[in-house]
């Protein structure tokens, strides 16, 4: 075994650790906001990952996209809906916790022994190593064309969703009749209205019971 | 850059493909762990992106080793991660909006509908 | 077709002015998989046929209607609400006329084989489309109502239409994850559009959190199926790898992909979603996500199951044979004990899935014939009632079974539309749906599935009984008995802006399911012409006939 060799084989085990390690801690550290820091840093682990698979530009990707932006968003939201709340103690928690580990555990097995037992048509042929990145782009303006402008799509219609459903409107009326609205389903969850007084809605929040 | 062509040189690689496939298993099933245990709203979100990071790692370690060349397998990595960042906004706007509306992000307290 | 043939180029310009740009350099040696050593001038230019971008000409139309929408928005809530109902009518409508003139072209792969233009995709595209239509038409007047803008709401559910249209033509594991996450993701912001109600909100999350799951849960089955195929995506070679594959990763991978697709068609044991999100959600997206989002599903069924898994039919059959009895079993069991009106058409449709999940099974050109019918018919019928639940909540403001109550005195139009949809539903006899349901019925006897057969037609009994009581409700009871929300009826008015086109869906769904039974005999020869027109299903069939011959 080469230097190198070995070198690449310590990474790897490096690495793999990190990703491990940091998605038990994501998973299991009572403090969210260690969560969301623990999950940038699988978030590098597995760019680091990437790299080793000789795919510079999806490593790249990954930073810029994963740690960059879905991660700080993650740590937006903690810091946004961080409240100090006691969570009530529900009974039987433990067990249940026990048993779905049990079948994670399963799960895990299951996919270890596909994993381990299937024939994969190894060797393939030498990796296109730094020409990566033309050949992703090759692809995205020929056989991947029609799912490359559909994902425009979905980007477009997911940052205009997340405005109107983050937005918040103070005040809102029907355009049609000019009557004060409260955003909500028309069904309410009391029988409502029409016999309190006709149709007249009032724009009030509704409160938590 | 220069990181990746140090590794460039040394493959075929040392590491074997099923290394990559079994940290990819332990990934994603630590994401389903927390996807059915997680009670903040936010967590779950996470779970989730642990899941489809293990789905990726799949991804890129069969595009590496078995299709090299014409790496579909790395088009299909980036796809996925565009979808999540997509999928990450969305999910924290609605949790933006339901922690206004509730007051909390407890997920067993998400209880107005019947499970 | 004329017009299609018109319109080819213009829609193949942009796509190909692209490719023309970087193919000089490329070196993408024949996409189909030649070998790696191959010269770079080998490269076979990428012609506009390759590519044969009016096949998505339907997809088009919606993409221009749902553009327009969002620049008509920004001139106000005003404009929005006076423009974008005709801009969408326009775009639906092209869309519609562009897939009739598609019907029985010549089939030709589009996108280098990403998108195939057959005639199942044309047909569930069809009953996407119309069901987008056809909630449009139910939605101005509450969506306005409720005071969320309008011009975003139309455009995310076309977004949704988009991508479920889409879906049901895609043969490629990337374009199927990108339609699919572009249809989810558009319907999670729908189901929480009622921003300020707790209740949608707490869906929306419920279906983002289960949705997002369940499209990871897929995504990792097309992971092994791409090291299956030793690098490729396209469900051509799925399918020839698959027939070589050992049986422990082949069986995982369909096990995976298949708690998808049962998750978008909502089989149980995968529906626990469904009922909180059709009670927490707008009536007119509920409408959509019944009809619309599960024709995209079944059409994806149809796709990887048949096209893919046809070496592991016994396995696959048996597991969908179990989800079909179960949803027919429970969708229609805890039906009754629902108060609530859409919570109890959200158990119904678990159930409606596991009659079509009939067709699906038998895997004959009757069975494929009965499902495309079916969901047609589901179309008229469950959007009918829909109209007719929005109409009573947006008079009253409830959707409870007991406020119904006597309702038959105050709106007979509400009374007449919904028993007559809801009758259809159960399947009584002139309706629409008893025909397509006796066509499920008779295909899977035909093929021998007496125990499907049997449970189909048990839990439609049940299912009668819980639609009639409901018609029971409103027009038995006297009017002293009338609920108190009938007894405070407003007077009808249709003057208010939006009412028209309400009731103008509520008419034609309440006519189609009255009138079509009698007349559906070119509704059968255009749903076996679909079966025909599919290779994939026709290579299907022959597979099943010479098993059950040897």
Redesign the interface.
């Known amino acids: 075994m080469s230097i190198a060799d070995s070198t690449q084989f310590l990474c790897f085990l490096a690495l793999s650790a990190a990703v491990l390690l940091g998605a038990l801690g994501v998973v299991l550290l009572p403090n969210i906001v260690y969560s969301a820091f623990l999950l940038g840093g699988v978030f590098l682990a597995v760019a680091g990952l990437y790299l080793l698979l000789n795919a510079s530009f999806v490593a790249a990707a990954q930073m810029m996209i994963y740690v960059g932006a879905v991660n700080v968003l993650i740590l937006f939201a903690i810091m946004l809906v961080n409240k100090k709340e006691t969570l009530a103690a529900i009974p039987g928690l433990g067990v249940r916790r026990i048993l779905s580990g049990a079948v994670c555990a399963g799960l895990l097995g299951l996919l270890l022994r596909v994993d381990f037992t299937t024939p994969w048509a190894l060797p393939g042929p030498v990796s296109i190593g730094e020409g990566a990145t033309i050949r992703i782009g090759e692809h995205l303006f020929s056989d991947y064309l029609l799912p490359f402008e559909l994902a425009s799509v979905l980007l477009l219609m997911a940052m205009i969703g997340a405005i109107v459903l983050a937005r918040r409107d103070v005040f809102s009326s029907d355009v049609i009749t000019g009557e004060g609205v409260d955003q909500g389903l028309i069904e309410k969850a009391r029988t409502p209205l029409l016999l309190e007084k006709n149709l007249q809605i009032q724009p009030v929040l509704e409160k938590t019971p | 850059m220069s990181l990746s062509s140090l590794f460039a040189l040394t493959l075929p690689t040392t590491v074997p493909l099923q290394g990559f496939l079994a940290v990819a298993a332990v990934l994603f099933c630590t994401g389903v762990w927390g996807l059915i245990n997680s009670r903040n709203a936010v967590r779950v979100l996470m779970s989730i992106e642990l899941m489809l990071n293990g789905v990726n790692i799949n991804l890129m370690a069969f595009s590496s080793y078995l299709d090299g060349q014409l790496i579909r397998g790395q088009v299909f990595t980036i796809f996925v991660i565009t979808v999540a960042a997509a999928e990450a906004a969305v999910g924290l706007a609605i949790l933006l909006s339901l922690y206004r509306n509730r007051d909390t992000v407890d997920m067993e307290r998400f209880n107005l509908l019947r499970w | 077709m004329t017009l299609q043939a018109a319109l080819e180029p213009v829609l193949a310009l942009p ?1 190909f002015l ?2 023309a740009h ?2 000089p ?5 024949a ?1 189909a ?1 030649a070998s ?1 050593a191959a010269s770079p001038e080998a490269l076979p230019a ?1 012609t506009a046929l390759q ?1 044969n971008a009016g096949a ?1 000409a339907p997809e088009a139309a919606v ?1 221009v209607a ?1 553009l327009a929408c ?1 620049l008509v928005d920004l001139a106000g ?2 404009a929005a ?1 006076r423009w974008v109902p005709p801009i969408c009518y326009a775009g639906l409508g092209a869309s519609l006329v562009l897939l009739a003139l598609q019907w029985n072209a010549p089939l030709q792969p ?6 195939l233009p057959d005639n199942l995709s044309i047909a569930f595209r069809g009953v996407v489309a119309s069901s987008t239509l056809l909630s449009l038409l139910i939605s101005w007047r ?1 969506v ?7 011009g ?1 709401y139309a ?2 559910l076309l ?1 949704a239409t ?2 479920a249209m ?1 879906l049901c033509g ?1 043969t ?4 199927i ?3 699919l ?2 249809l989810s ?2 319907s ?2 729908l189901a ?15 279906y ?2 289960v949705g ?2 369940a ?3 897929f ?2 089955g ?3 199926l ?3 195929t ?4 396209s469900l051509d070679a799925v399918a020839l790898a698959l027939q070589t ?2 049986t ?2 082949a069986a ?1 991978a369909l096990v995976f992909v298949l708690a998808t697709v049962a998750f978008k068609i909502a089989a149980v044991p995968f529906h ?1 979603w469904t ?2 999100v059709y ?2 959600s ?2 007119p997206v509920v409408a959509f996500l019944s009809v619309g989002s599960k024709a995209a599903g079944f059409a994806l069924a149809l796709r990887i199951l048949v096209g893919c898994f046809e070496g592991f039919q016994e396995q696959w059959k048996l597991l969908f044979t179990v989800l079909a009895i179960l949803s027919m079993v429970l969708g229609n069991i805890v039906a009754l004990a629902q108060t609530s009106m ?1 919570r109890m058409l959200a158990y119904s449709s678990i159930g409606q899935a596991g009659f079509v999940m009939i067709g699906l099974v038998c895997g004959t050109k009757d069975g494929f014939a009965a499902m495309v019918l079916y969901m047609a018919a589901y179309l008229f019928m469950n959007l009918g009632a829909f109209a007719c639940i ?1 109409l009573f ?2 008079r ?5 079974i007991s ?1 119904y109550a006597g309702l038959y005195q105050k709106d007979p139009l509400i009374t007449l539309g919904l028993s007559l949809c809801l009758l259809s539903l159960g399947g009584i006899p002139p309706m629409l749906g008893f025909f397509a349901k006796i066509y499920l019925f008779f295909a899977g006897w035909a093929d021998h599935q007496y125990l499907l057969v049997v449970v189909g037609l048990v839990t439609s009994v049940v299912s009668i009984y819980y639609y009639i009581s409901v018609i029971k409700m409103m027009v038995v009871k006297e009017p002293q008995e009338a609920s ?2 009938v007894k ?3 007077p009808i008015t249709w003057a ?3 009412m028209q086109p309400l009731r103008a869906a509520l008419i034609t769904c309440v006519v189609i399911t009255a009138v079509g039974g009698i007349l559906s005999n070119p509704v059968f020869s255009w749903a076996s012409t679909a079966v025909t027109g599919t290779p994939m299903l026709q290579r299907a069939i022959t597979l099943a006939s010479a098993t059950s011959l040897s």
């Open positions: 796509a692209a490719l970087s193919f350099t490329s070196s993408l040696l996409a998989g790696p990428i590519i998505i993409l749902m969002l809530e005003k609400s589009a996108f280098l084989g990403s998108f509450y306005e109502r409720s005071g969320t803008p309008v975003e455009a995310i977004a988009l991508g889409v895609s490629d594991l990337v374009t994850f990108v339609s996450e572009t993701v558009a999670y912001l929480g559009y009622m921003k300020r109600d707790a209740r949608s909100s707490e869906a929306s999350l419920k983002l959190l997002s799951a499209a990871a849960v995504l990792y097309a992971s092994l791409y090291g299956l030793g690098g490729s995506t594959a050992t422990p990763v995982l626990q009922p909180d009670e927490g707008p009536t859409k929005i909540s947006l009253t403001g409830s959707d409870r406020d108190d929300v405070a009826y407003p208010v802006e939006g």
